[in-house]
């Protein structure tokens, strides 16, 4: 029927399903052999067979007796020994035998991983079902199909074992993502991580477990007997959200850098607080008596599980690095090494009870820089896609193992505490995200949307973690693991399927930002070393030293100390950007190559491998005047005296603290005033006459009034009137008011000027005398330039408060 609905084309694209269905008809009767006594023909007796026929059979396999006495050299030998009477007839060779007990472990591995694969490749073969159902919930799928068709046989399916789980297919997942870890945005938000993993975590482990201890009290649910240690614990395994699920889901949608980063970094850190509270749960479980103490060793030890397994993670990844340092002349064994370090790293950190994902993250941030230092090209792609195929695989495995898993196992259903658990779930991730990101959006620069927080709080799927955690609960100490592992399984499926399906639509629906593919450039490296610098030096100034201050310390630790140490050659010397600049060289010959874009080239060597391998060609000497060494130390002892640290401790910014500069404002006047007497002259180009100004502004009021206030009484024939000269430049600038006159004329009664015998009344507007050829008019002194003229044009320029008349010194001063 699919064949006629889709096509010829789609028949070749169905191959894969039967491929794996053929792989699934295979494994069935091995399945249903491994479950009896095996049965082979000649080689292993059947169970039935006589004591004799034993006997026989294992003479084949076992090691010949000792040879007699009569048969050694030298001995006579009176018959033939094969025609004696005590001779047993001879069995004819076994040509074809079975043995299915020897090879049942890794066949039946290769076949479940063979039967993942096929039906991975069959997903992405048709597109039409991989762009509507994640591949996650496929596996699930597929995995509750064989483990139904292996149940019809009338055989045990196999339960995905926790030990299985936690030491083989969870680390190359968590090896994989820490190895490639985008470092600058998990740097960079690893505040907002921290937040939402620790206190997020401890959020939904408490309020999921204390409402559902609620719900256990209620009479009638048949759940009086759950204790709150129980609600506790579980709570603690289904508040964490799982790496697994998430890296399967957001990678296919295509997030955004930080919302993927957000939610991906929140359930690699929350391992921490889901290892203590496990196992602070578990222990107290044991406890008849649980004392503050108890409690207090509790709490400090999820700083020993966490910063415990960083310290280990540091240690193998320090040991790894230094180690490819010596690997140039064995190029081979240089993935080997990146792979057994980390993987020890993890076996250490879950030796001591501390926390196995955070160790291998660890170990993958420390080693990778120093390691792809020191390796060849062809290491480097072989630990990419080597690690990109060994997690993948682990991951379709859990999930298929996941599906097998629920119809294998054992389940208690109860309604009112596996939909308890769901409801309570969803409202205790809603809250804590709106809660956690209102806090987080105080300090953030960049902050979280609405948009944001909805992904975030959409995005906390549940997986096979939770599971492994649940199926290591002991019967003795928790009788209701059965309902616990059903409710578990609800909520993964929930997650998985109802969240894993729907967050595509939703996020397109929504416009959420999606993920940029292309490849950063040498210009975009550029400018962003140069904002790191520039933002650097920014908080020097200020004397605030934030994230950017010590980054820029590490680094330079980092290239004085640590490089020399951990990676060979000349690279440790090589500054970053050139480092990228080659490596962004040797992609792009390489694209061009497999491109088909150049004809002939000889196989590309990396420049890390030519560099390692043969020793660096020096470049041609440069013709420079001779120095001697002590002159060349005395030029090195003035520049390190004279050239300013840009390290040292400067004081922060404070205006109260400047020292003002006298000449500062007197210099802000007399540009002001060129300024203004440019424009001007620009204006009075364009004009023939100089136009004529409003004689009642405000300032001229001001000059007027505070003249006389007193006895100021305007009448057109009044002949005591004060001349106030107006500079041209600024009509109405107070600097320009020219009140000499005014107070000679006051004090010393000055006959009247030429200009007052004119038939105009009131005040008498003049133009200023233009300045000579060669001088200044802002720098020369006028007549009205004398300190106590200034002080006059300040007080008109700024009647602000000022002591009353009475108290002060009067408004013009006498005696001058």
Not at 244 to 255: D, K, M, N, Q, T
Not at 352 to 380: C, D, Q, T
Not at 397 to 416: D, E, P, R, Y
Not at 563 to 573: F, P, T
């Amino acid at each position: 029927m699919a064949a006629n609905f889709l096509g010829a084309p789609c028949s070749f694209r169905a191959l894969p399903f039967l491929f794996g269905v053929a792989a699934l008809l295979g494994l069935l009767p091995v399945l249903h052999s491994s479950g009896s006594q095996p049965n082979p023909v000649i080689v292993t007796p059947p169970a039935h067979a006589s004591k004799a026929l034993i006997a026989a059979m294992e003479s084949i396999t076992v090691a010949p007796p000792p040879v007699p006495q009569d048969t050694q050299p030298g001995a006579t030998h009176p018959q033939n020994t094969t025609t004696t009477k005590h001779s047993k007839p001879r069995k004819p060779f076994p040509v074809v035998g079975i043995e299915y007990k020897h090879v049942r472990i890794p066949f039946e591995i290769a076949l479940w991983i063979l039967l993942a694969c096929l039906m991975k490749l069959g997903f992405h073969v048709i597109p039409t079902i991989s762009s509507i159902v994640p591949e996650s919930c496929l596996l699930i799928v597929v995995g509750l199909l064989v483990g139904g068709l292996i149940k019809a046989v009338g055989e045990d399916p196999p339960i995905l074992n926790s030990d299985v789980f936690f030491l083989f297919l969870l680390p190359p997942i968590i090896l994989d993502a820490g190895y490639f870890l985008p470092l600058r945005q998990f740097t960079e938000n690893l505040g907002t991580i921290l937040i939402f993993a620790v206190v997020g975590t401890l959020w939904n482990a408490f309020f999921v477990g204390s409402l559902l201890y609620g719900v256990c009290q209620i009479g009638g649910t048949g759940l009086t007997d759950i204790g709150l240690l129980a609600n506790l614990i579980f709570g603690s395994i289904i508040s964490a959200v799982d790496p697994v699920a998430v890296l399967a889901v957001f990678e296919e949608i295509h997030i955004n850098e930080l919302l993927h980063i957000l939610v991906f970094g929140e359930s690699l850190l929350n391992d921490a607080v889901t290892v203590v509270l496990y196992h602070l749960f578990d222990e107290f479980a044991k406890f008849d008596q649980i004392t503050v103490t108890d409690i207090i060793l509790g709490f400090l030890s999820f700083f020993v599980v966490s910063l415990g397994g960083v310290f280990i993670g540091v240690v193998y990844g320090v040991i790894g690095a230094f180690t490819s340092r010596f690997t140039s002349h064995i190029r081979v064994i240089e993935p080997l090494f990146v792979f057994l370090y980390s993987y020890m790293a993890y076996l250490s950190a879950e030796l001591f009870h501390l926390s196995g994902i955070m160790s291998l993250i660890a170990a993958g941030v420390v080693m990778r820089p120093y390691v792809e230092a020191n390796i060849s090209h062809k290491s480097h792609t072989t630990i990419k896609y080597f690690l990109k195929m060994w997690s993948s695989v682990s991951e379709t495995l859990i999930f298929i193992f996941l599906g097998v898993s629920t119809v294998a196992g054992k389940h208690h259903w109860n309604w009112t505490f596996v939909i308890g658990t769901l409801i309570f779930c969803l409202i205790a991730r809603v809250l804590g995200v709106l809660g956690l990101t209102w806090f987080i959006n105080k300090f953030r620069i960049v902050k979280l949307t609405p948009k944001d927080q909805f992904i975030i709080a959409y995005g906390g799927l549940r997986g096979a973690i939770a599971f492994s955690l649940g199926y290591l609960l002991e019967y003795e100490h928790f009788p209701m693991r059965e309902m616990f592992l059903t409710a578990i399984i609800t909520v993964i499926f929930f997650t998985v399927f109802v969240q894993g399906m729907t967050i595509r639509p939703l996020v397109d629906l929504l416009a959420v930002k999606k993920k940029q593919e292309t490849k950063r450039s040498i210009n975009e490296e550029i400018h962003t070393q140069f904002l790191d610098h520039l933002l650097t030096g920014i908080e020097d100034i200020c004397g605030h030293y934030g994230h950017h201050h010590w980054k820029d310390k590490l680094n330079r630790f980092n290239k004085k100390y640590v490089k020399k140490c951990l990676i060979a050659g000349e690279r440790s010397k090589e500054p970053q950007l050139i480092a990228f600049y080659h490596k962004m060289e040797m992609k792009q010959a390489i694209e061009l190559v497999e491109s088909g874009g150049m004809g002939k080239i000889p196989s590309a060597v990396s420049t890390v491998s030519m560099q390692n391998i043969s020793p660096k060609t020096l470049p041609v000497e440069r013709i420079l005047p001779a120095l001697s060494k002590d002159k060349e130390e005395e030029i090195r002892k003035i520049l390190r005296t004279n050239l300013q640290k840009t390290r040292q401790r400067l004081r922060s910014y404070n205006r109260h603290t400047l020292v003002a500069d006298p000449y500062e404002e007197a210099w802000n006047q007399m540009l002001l005033r060129r300024q203004k007497a440019r424009q001007l002259e620009q204006k009075i180009n364009n004009y023939l006459t100089v136009p004529a100004h409003k004689i009642d502004s405000p300032t001229m009021s001001r000059a007027r009034i505070g003249s006389d206030p007193l006895a100021y009484d305007p009448k057109p024939g009044s002949e005591n009137l004060p001349i106030i000269t107006i500079d041209p430049a600024s009509p109405q600038s107070p600097e320009s008011v020219d009140l000499v006159n005014e107070a000679l004329k006051g004090m010393n009664r000055l006959p009247p000027s030429p200009e007052e015998d004119e038939d105009e009344t009131g005040l008498v507007m003049r133009a200023k005398e233009p300045s000579s050829p060669g001088t200044d008019d802002v720098f020369t002194p006028g007549t009205g330039d004398s300190p106590s003229n200034q002080r006059i044009m300040r007080c008109l320029s700024d009647p602000g408060p000022r002591p009353d008349p009475e108290e002060g010194e009067p408004f013009i001063p006498k005696g001058q």
